[in-house]
């Protein structure tokens, strides 16, 4: 027997379930967000469903698009009563399509050929037609919950995997500091050889595991730095941290004498206990040159590690997206333009003795030991023996670096670059985003192998510090 999914007579009934309509951007951010409103109805609109259509083959998103519509197939499969579809989120949720109900009541100077605007009318005429029930749209479009608080329609963002905006600010902190004892001091020197200088961590320092701090002596002065491992924490000298011959690098050396932030993130880069390494920082604060760097000297120096894999979310440019499988020739052609501050650094460190030849990058392109990966593709992957460095981790969603995440062998070792406060990507935001998540998750579940670290200091050029310190893109008045 035929059933008419889209027969909303349930919502006369007097109870007191809320009705979700979910926008596109949020099925696409989070596939499982339909399980998420508890007993309440969620409504998929028609339009959804179109634009779902339309990104399945997007680089960056379509395996979500294919994989909230496997779900919404499995579910339309499961008994219906009443053409309701029971969510089995052991709340007995609902879930409905939408069709129709357009109402009239919409303002003229909406293009109702824009699948926002239609949707904004539809939800209009749920309210007209089922006045006794509330309805909330979700979108994660800050101009689209405008709309909606214009036209009286209850809105709001799609929180489930949200931060705050306290913690998110929190990220950008320089180092903290540790003022030793005399008696702590002490403790520290029990063998001549610096690389096994340590004393007990405290309770009162409250250290995340891998966390570096500036260690001061009773007097004030810079005594080192320390990193907590385990239960213990280890001196490291300032002076002899280097990758690839380079030391921490200080551009504004008239109000700074030290860049603790890349000491303590090239030692943790360096360290092999360390299997994930998150890096958040700027633009120009040397997160991608210490990652590069890094991973040459570990797989062609040390020779711990094969191969190194570069990946970089693929952001299209339109709300249709663009797939990258329609560009003419190779995947490495399509995607070198997509990923230049790689190549560049490639370049850059190219006159090294392990890489001294004209087209050294080109060389380490064509063999393999250097492969570029399109995220989409990173599920047939091999990351055996290899160090990853995933870049602009901000524009990827927390269910890719999930995905890139269960990949990972016991022999690699992956370092996630990003910056909170550039997001490219329409679907997501500063809040909700595979950078963030990541971070979050890491601190709240820390082990032996995790490490955070965040860059503040501005080193690419004095210009470029000018432009992030300085100019505001204001319009210029005439006084």
Wanted: with cysteine.
């Amino acid at each position: 027997m035929h059933t008419n999914f889209t027969n909303l007579s349930f919502l006369e009934e007097k109870d007191k379930r809320r009705v979700f309509i979910l926008d596109t951007n949020v099925v696409l951010h989070d596939p499982a967000s339909i399980f998420r409103f508890e007993e309440d109805v969620v409504l998929i609109s028609f339009s959804v469903l179109e634009e779902i259509d339309a990104k399945k083959n997007d680089p960056g998103i379509g395996y979500n698009a294919r994989d909230i519509s496997q779900k919404l197939e499995m579910l339309s499969s499961r008994q219906i009563e009443n053409s309701v579809i029971t969510i089995p989120n052991g709340k007995d949720g609902i879930l409905s399509f939408l069709a129709g109900h357009v109402s009239e009541n919409i303002p003229s100077e909406l293009d109702m050929s824009y699948r926002d605007n239609l949707m904004l009318a539809q939800v209009l005429g749920l309210k007209d037609s089922y006045y006794h029930r509330e309805f909330i749209f979700v979108t994660k479009d800050r101009n689209l919950r405008i709309k909606c608080l214009a036209l009286g329609i209850q809105t709001e963002d799609y929180k489930h995997d949200q931060v705050s905006e306290e913690y998110l600010t929190s990220f950008f902190q320089s180092t903290r500091e540790v003022h030793l004892t005399t008696e702590e001091l002490n403790d520290v020197f029990t063998t001549k050889d610096r690389n096994k200088w340590n004393l007990p961590c405290r309770k009162k320092w409250h250290l995340r595991e891998n966390e570096g701090v500036v260690l001061y002596d009773p007097s004030g002065d810079l005594f080192g730095l320390g990193i907590r491992k385990g239960d213990r924490l280890n001196y490291i000298d300032y002076h002899s941290i280097k990758v690839l011959g380079m030391s921490p690098k200080v551009l504004d050396d008239v109000n700074f004498t030290y860049n603790f932030e890349q000491a303590i993130c090239m030692h943790q880069a360096m360290d092999d206990d360390i299997r994930i390494q998150i890096i958040i920082g700027r633009a120009g604060t040397g997160k991608t040159h210490i990652a590069m760097a890094a991973a040459l000297e570990k797989v062609f120096k040390e020779k711990k590690y094969e191969t190194i894999k570069l990946i970089k979310p693929i952001v299209t440019k339109s709300r249709l997206g663009e797939d990258i499988g329609f560009l003419p020739g190779s995947l490495r052609r399509k995607l070198i333009p997509k990923m230049r501050p790689f190549i560049e650094k490639l370049r850059q460190f190219s006159d090294e003795d392990f890489l001294s030849t004209e087209t050294g990058y080109q060389k380490l392109l064509d063999s393999g030991i250097v492969e570029l990966i399109n995220l989409a593709d990173v599920r047939g992957a091999d990351l055996s023996g290899s160090v990853i460095i995933f870049d602009e981790a901000q524009n990827a969603n927390p269910f890719q670096i999930r995905t890139l995440g269960t990949r990972l062998g016991e022999n690699t070792k992956l370092i996630v670059l990003g910056d909170p406060t550039q997001i490219d990507s329409i679907y997501l935001d500063k809040y909700s985003n595979a950078l963030i998540n990541l971070y979050l998750n890491s601190t709240k579940h820390p082990t032996p192998f995790l490490a955070q670290v965040c860059l503040m200091q501005m080193v690419r050029s004095h210009t470029s510090r000018w432009f992030e310190d300085v100019f505001q893109p204001d319009r210029i008045r005439n006084d």
